[in-house]
T-cell receptor
Framework: GAGVSQSPSNKVTEKGKDVELRCDPISGHTALYWYRQRLGQGLEFLIY????????KSGLPSDRFSAERTGESVSTLTIQRTQQEDSAVYLCASSQGQGTWYGYTFGSGTRLTVV | QKEVEQNSGPLSVPEGAIASLNCTYSDRGSQSFFWYRQYSGKSPELIMF????GDKEDGRFTAQLNKASQYVSLLIRDSQPSDSATYLC????????????FGTGTQLKVEL
């Protein structure tokens, strides 16, 4: 697609429910990143996919968080048993090759509110 | 010490002035440096990148890199109210894998 597409744009969920967030990267971008941004805070790295290599999961805050990506296409971030502290904007970004050289293109984000 | 540090601001400048935004980083091995602009409620947008020491100009924006001092800056000439946003500095962190580490951002306000 023309840009990074994320869905849903907004999600309100009850504490304890599971949520699934979707990211569709720019076509041809091999690298895909998930970040989290809490209100008034900086960007917190969650997970990184590069082609068919094993993902870098070093930023996932707990085992309630998981993510998958099939090949170089869509990725889903799943949060199980959501907690109020999970409320944030979840940003997906993709990059041509290694994002550390080309920079990222971000999607518009999913605003998650846990009530 | 944070890996990427920025003054949170707000930095207020009058319209038409030069805005100077600064960023320091801790990893001497860092090689790529990026500036993102983030309007309130929006996602970050890449505006500049720089790899080599010195200045890089693009329109009203100039990125400056000094690897010896481990700082990178962004100058915005002829500041406009539409430049009012939070500016995020991002740096690659070779010791931390193939990802960028972001500063918490500096809020810029351009006043009429």
């Amino acid at each position: 697609g023309a840009g990074v597409s994320q869905s849903p744009s907004n999600k309100v969920t009850e504490k304890g429910k599971d949520v699934e967030l979707r990211c569709d990267p720019i076509s041809g971008h091999t690298a895909l990143y998930w970040y989290r941004q809490r209100l008034g805070q900086g960007l917190e790295f969650l997970i990184y996919f590069q082609g068919n290599s094993a993902p870098d999961k070093s930023g996932l805050p707990s085992d309630r968080f998981s993510a998958e990506r099939t090949g170089e296409s869509v990725s889903t971030l799943t949060i199980q048993r959501t907690q109020q502290e999970d409320s944030a904007v979840y940003l997906c970004a993709s990059s041509q090759g290694q994002g550390t050289w080309y920079g990222y293109t971000f999607g518009s984000g999913t605003r998650l509110t846990v009530v | 010490q944070k890996e990427v540090e920025q003054n949170s601001g707000p930095l207020s400048v009058p319209e038409g002035a030069i805005a100077s935004l600064n960023c320091t980083y801790s990893d001497r091995g860092s090689q790529s440096f990026f500036w993102y602009r983030q309007y309130s409620g929006k996602s970050p947008e890449l505006i500049m990148f720089i790899y080599s020491n010195g200045d890089k100009e693009d329109g009203r924006f100039t990125a400056q890199l000094n690897k010896a001092s481990q700082y990178v800056s962004l100058l915005i000439r002829d500041s406009q109210p539409s430049d009012s946003a939070t500016y995020l500095c991002a740096v690659n962190n070779p010791g931390g894998g193939n990802k960028l580490t972001f500063g918490t951002g500096t809020q810029l306000k351009v006043e009429l």
